[in-house]
Nanobody, 126 residues
């Protein structure tokens, strides 16, 4: 069992940066592929970014590539999402998620993630 707690959301002006954090409980954090998803009002939850167990491999949705950076600190059981050049279209609730199996190529699929945080709201004003 893994518990995930996101933090760092808030209100930011367009063009600004923000970093989200997701702290995980338990001593097996390094055995999970970690992902970030987001859900805007009236829309489905969508993939944002994912990171391999070691942190060596990262994956991004096209909408955030070049602006967002996912990273992890296994010693702190924490995954981060650094967001730059924020746009009002990035406004959403952001969720982190943990995937035990880590099947190659599946990182963008919601159904493969076993544990989810409660989400943190990001609002980008124009």
């Amino acid at each position: 069992q893994v518990q995930l707690v996101e933090s760092g959301g808030g209100l930011v002006q367009a063009g600004g940066p923000l970093r989200l954090s997701c702290a995980a409980s338990g001593r097996t954090f390094s055995s999970y592929v970690m992902g970030w998803f987001r859900q805007a009002p009236g829309k489905e939850r969508e993939f944002v970014a994912a990171i391999s167990r070691s942190g060596f491999n990262t994956y991004y949705a096209d909408a955030v590539k070049g602006r967002f950076t996912i990273s992890r600190d296994n010693a702190k059981s924490t995954v981060y999402l650094q967001m730059n050049s924020l746009d009002p279209e990035d406004t959403a609730v952001y969720y982190c998620a943990a995937d035990r199996e880590g099947i190659s190529g599946s990182y963008s699929l919601r159904r493969v993630y076993d544990y989810w945080g409660q989400g943190t709201q990001l609002t980008v004003s124009s």
